[in-house]
């Protein structure tokens, strides 16, 4: 049986909320998207996309050990955790008990549960408006991009007023306003920078995607910046990482350019005192590159390389028919079908099968609206095949094969001309 309660979870006040939020959310994006996708060639960016990921992936291992190379090369520490247990181990190693970290959004270090090994360890600052909005109203991201989404403003208010003793106006500008300030006092004072990553150049650059101005803040004022990425992330050439630097903007928020591309090389450094080479001069010291498979070789291996073109741009969610009714309760860490399949390979067939491996209609809207063209609903059919044989089959499915063994169709009675069966098993 599917574990979640989606009674429970349709009927809930997060998502009545959430699904107003949403309307006005969709509304924006795909009017930005369009606007946005005027200005550009469409056509030619999603193959150039399509080329650069396909490569990338069937070539990770040398382009990996590329990357490694270069990063290292240039003074960057890397680490490569071949699952999330390990991962976690590098970054606390690397992190001292009791102190305060700022982070911005990051998918990896939620995928490897990073932030559970915190707890009673070291204050987590969110700095990502949106994450800051979740971790002040104790709730989950409900999108990879714009994770509050589902939160009215007028709830931020009240949350604001009630934590911090403080009133703000129910007014967008003014809570962003009241946020910035708070921010900025955690970010001046703390000595590590916590930041995912959404592309790696295997010529040796890091990017860092962002509108807001936090990351560019968290990556440079604490002494120390660990980066938590996935191995999937590395493509070739620099201009390769710009191209989806691009497509990330486009089909991620519907401009035509993020507002910040922070590129990271090497940590700060200046040789203008008699021309010796110092670290750390305006900026971090530290470098820290953890690089996580976790689950991502074995996706290649099994063929499933296609699940791993994804930028996380979360296009495909706002026209997906099953998350506009639950949201994140339509899979684990990552949303979404695609978020199904990596679930299955990171957390195993039952934890997919419980976060909705038989929830996808197989419509292809995600398809349509994926700039790389992802075949998520072939993919969550080959995932089934996979469940199946792994004993975890919907009870419906399981009553459709028991009347075909039994009568010879899945109706579980005899079919007769001008006689609709009780049970069509269609929906
Ligand atoms: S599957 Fe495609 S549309 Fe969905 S998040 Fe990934 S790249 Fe974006």
Redesign the pocket.
Known sequence: MVNLDLKKTLTSERTKTGKKAFKTAFANYTSNRSQALKKIDEKALKEQLKKIKEYSISNLDDLKKKAIANLKEQKIQVFIAKDAKEACDIALKHIPKKETLVKSKSNTVEEIGLLEKFKGRNEVIETDCGDFILQLCSDQASH?VTPALHIPIEKIAKEIKEKYKDKVENNPEKIVEWINKFLRKKILNANIGLTGANVISSDGAIFILENEGNISLVSRIPKKHIIVTGIDKIVPTYQDAMTICQ?CAV??TGATLPTYINVISSPSKTADVQKELVYGAQGTKEVILILVDNGRSEIIKQGFGELL?????????YFCPIYRQVFDKYGFHYI???GIGMTLFQEGVKKAFDSGLYFCTTCKL??E??????D?PELVRKLRKMSIKKGHETPVNEKMMENIRAMGNPFGEEVKDGKIPKELFCC
């Not at 073109?309 to 969610?317: D, K, R, V, Y």
């Open positions: 990879p497509a089909w991620g073109h994804c930028i996380n741009c979360g296009s495909c969610l979404g079908g695609r995600c398809k609206n994926c700039p790389l063209e992802i998520i």
